[in-house]
């Protein structure tokens, strides 16, 4: 251990944060602790350093070979045992015919009797003749044997399919060549307790990630904890070294169950002390009072609403008014069902920041949608966002937008614009985040689509100006309680459930080709109903073109649909002489543009789309969506897609279409989008049936999660509690003067990062 921590330090000196053993330590790499060809093979599990390895536990326990008894084993059971092979067979194979009308190889069978004296299990492999020929050769009669797979049951008795298995002799020693994944199986299940499978990959199997936890078990065996012992105490928390070894080299299911709550306390402290640091910042920062002026801006656009703002939207604009004239930073999250009106109420509060003599921002997740933003409130407004020009009203001011595909006549202008005052309101997307965008007086930040963008995005434009811009983000994706108290801890929450009147239901069907091939003519008959009655189509599909890789399809899933072929197809066959757009991401700024401006103003019947169309895209006469492949999306963004119809004065109708089995998860998550037009209901669906997406760092939507072991779901009691700590630890330690505090807090930033700093 020792070593370990001197190399550590070392390091340290130069690139180093951690204050104490522990975080150095743990965050040493780990060509340092196991050699750089090993420390190659973990990377390709994103494993770095040994704390990395340390947290990769095991995702199943099986019973090891010292104590597994074969009278005990059920269907189920992740087992390693040792018996003798007391009956070989072998069935020869007649080879049939395919799915493709070819006729396949023929695949023998080999079934194994094994036995320990007292019990009796069959091991059962499937393969080429030849294949089944080494095995057999290998299960000779009488020699004993480790065999580790997973217990099943065929015709009322049990058996293993294709286990990992070793030949031993007399004196236990591996009969046959010795390579180093059998001999790194057998040394790892052949010892008392539970036995750890852990996730692997082709460069590493299972056996040896177990091995390499336990060498850096060993070595930090008296590494100091860096929780402090009262803490500990009054949670009931195992000591952390004691922790990794109970999750690691468990005796017992509930001594990893323990190692486990000590780790996910950990995270979850971590994850509360740095928003309770995030939220102390906020406090301490100064940000420019933005007073309500009256007959400004705001009241003559409130003064010219086609529409009564519902009593949430007055009620929650309110809020923000009086968050705006403060000193301290408005840090708020508004969050809202689609429709609910989101757009107006953040649209009242730029307008409120103009009054003030100050500029707002909208920013975006993409191009087509911060288009959309841009020609909206340039509708809303009128002649009060057409500028400072010849008859324009007094309060007038200038909306203007930037994106990355803009030519440079244009970017060059619209930067002009926004660095020297003259535009009120600048809509745009990561462009905006662009080193060479300046502004003469920033005071209220907006972020579209909160779960686009990470906490790095928006602090961007937020250490802009002088005084810290108010931020307020927007979500249509309902977020649980308990994840809001995660992911946006740094923020206050609002709620906006009311769906303001003229929206109209929309009727979810799940289409099953599989069933009822039929139904998906009857649903193309649909479409040509609705235009006929002068209304618009949505037609989603999940991919580009064929040619684009489908992550979502298993390896014997057909590919999903894709939209540029689709139109074609749609275009010849079923919906022939109707009007067909084309709209997906890898257009150019232009032909989206014109695309959506076409569809938008009725020039075209259908617009085939990726999720392109996810987030606002409004087209009121839209009334029908059909959404092919419909299992190969997330819940929430299922919840999404349909909010685009409806949107005006006639029910909108939404066809789900898939082909996955009928009991499926993917079946039951269509189910649910079906029975249910409630977002918040849904998410909490969604939340229980994926991880939570990156909570701290820049990527907020699926890869690698932030976090590694809390479900914020059931964990909320856990989420919940650690919040308080972090609460009391924060306020007695303000300046973060604490090591194990400060330690906590760059640990959480450097893996939401995605930097391992001990690497730069």
């Known amino acids: 251990m020792a070593q370990l921590i001197a190399a550590g330090a070392n390091r340290g000196r130069i690139v180093s944060p951690w204050r104490t053993p522990a975080y150095r330590a743990l965050h040493q790499d780990l060509a340092s602790a196991l050699g750089a060809a090993t420390a190659k093979a973990l990377a390709s599990l994103q494993l770095y350093t040994v704390g990395d390895l340390l947290g990769h536990l095991p995702r199943r326990y099986l019973s090891g070979t010292e104590t597994t008894d074969l009278e005990t084993l059920r269907p189920g059971d992740d087992a390693a045992i040792v018996a003798r092979v007391a009956r070989v067979e072998v069935i020869v194979g007649r080879g049939g015919a395919s799915r493709n009308g070819r006729r396949s190889l023929p695949r023998d069978r080999l079934e194994a009797i094994l036995s320990d004296g007292r019990g009796s299990l069959k091991a059962t492999f499937f393969g080429k003749p030849q294949h089944v020929r080494f095995w057999s050769a290998q299960l000779g009669l009488g020699i004993k044997g480790i065999f580790v797979g997973k217990v ?57 990630v177990g091995e390499c936890a336990g060498i850096v078990l060993d070595a930090l065996a008296d590494l100091p904890d860096p929780m402090p012992e009262y803490l500990r105490r009054a949670h009931d928390l195992p000591a952390l070294m004691a922790a990794y070894t109970q999750v690691h080299r468990p005796d017992t299911a509930e001594a990893a169950e323990a190692g486990v709550e000590r780790l996910k306390w950990d995270e979850a402290l971590a994850l509360q002390v ?21 007959d400004g801006l705001l009241t003559a656009f409130d003064e010219r609403l086609p529409f009564e703002l519902t009593d ?24 809202g069902e689609v429709g609910s009106g989101k757009t107006v109420v953040a649209l009242r509060a730029l307008l409120a920041a103009v009054d003030a003599g100050y500029q707002g921002v909208l920013l975006a997740p993409t191009e087509v949608l911060a288009a959309q933003h841009h020609a909206s409130i340039c509708r809303l407004l009128g002649d009060l966002g057409a500028g400072r020009v010849l008859g324009a009203p007094e309060q007038a001011t200038e909306v203007v937008l ?61 250490g802009r100006a002088g005084p810290v811009p108010h931020l307020l983000v927007l979500t249509a994706t309902p977020i649980p309680r308990t994840i809001a108290m995660s992911v946006f801890g740094d923020l206050e929450v609002a709620t906006l459930r009311e769906i303001p009147a003229g929206r109209q239901p929309v009727q979810t069907t799940v289409v099953d080709t599989r069933i009822h091939p039929a139904w998906l003519d009857r649903a193309w008959q649909r479409v040509r109903e609705e235009v006929a009655a002068g209304h618009q189509v949505f037609v989603v599909a999940p991919r580009i073109s064929s040619g684009e890789p489908d992550p979502a399809a298993g390896s014997d899933a057909e590919p999903s649909a894709a939209v540029a072929e689709l139109a074609a197809q749609l275009s010849a066959g079923p919906l022939a002489g109707l009007r067909l757009g084309l709209l997906h991401g890898q257009l150019t700024r ?12 009725g020039q075209l019947d259908v617009l085939v789309a990726t999720t392109v169309i996810e987030v606002g895209v409004d087209v009121p006469n839209a009334t029908m969506m059909i959404v092919m492949d419909a299992d190969r999306f997330g819940i929430s963004q299922l919840h999404q897609l349909r909010g685009r119809i409806g949107r005006g004065s006639h ?13 499926s998860s993917a079946a039951r998550r269509l189910a649910a989008v079906a029975r249910t037009g409630n977002g918040f209901e849904l998410a909490e669906l969604d939340l229980a049936l994926r991880r939570e997406g990156d909570v701290l760092g820049s990527a907020q939507t699926g890869g690698r999660s932030t976090l590694r072991l809390l479900r914020v779901l059931s964990d909320a009691h856990l989420i919940a509690a650690a919040r308080d700590v972090a609460e009391e630890l924060v306020g007695a330690d303000p300046e973060q003067r604490d090591d194990w505090l400060a330690d906590m807090v760059t640990a959480v930033q450097c893996r939401a990062d995605g930097q391992w700093l001990e690497r730069t």
Request: proline share 4%; net charge positive; aromatic share 4%.
């Open 590 to 601: 232009v032909d989206k543009e014109q695309t959506m401006a076409d569809f938008a103003a």
């Open 312 to 335: 949430g939207q007055r009620a929650i604009g309110e809020e923000i008014f009086a968050e705006l004239a403060r000193e301290r930073p408005m840090q708020r999250l508004l969050q």
């Open 402 to 462: 930037l994106t990355g595909s803009m030519g440079v006549a244009q970017r060059r202008a619209v930067l002009a614009k926004a660095a020297d005052g003259t535009a009120g309101i600048v809509v745009g997307t990561h462009a905006l985040l662009g080193d060479r965008v300046q502004f003469a007086g920033l005071g209220l930040v907006v972020i579209d689509e909160q779960h686009r963008f990470g906490v790095e995005q928006r602090a961007v434009l937020q």
């Open 651 to 663: 029910p909108g109708v939404c066809l789900l279409v898939t082909g996955t089995e009928p009991d």
């Open 274 to 294: 740095t928003m309770a640091r995030r939220r102390a910042d906020a406090v301490r920062s100064r940000a420019a009072a933005l007073k309500r002026v009256p």
């Open 152 to 208: 099943t049951e065929f015709n009322h008795s049990l058996q293993m399919t294709h286990p990992n298995f070793v030949m031993l002799d007399a004196a236990g020693r591996i009969v046959g060549r010795a390579d180093p994944d059998r001999v790194s199986m057998a040394s790892h299940v052949s010892r008392a307790g539970l036995v750890g499978l852990y996730p692997a990959t082709s460069k590493i199997p299972t056996w040896q």
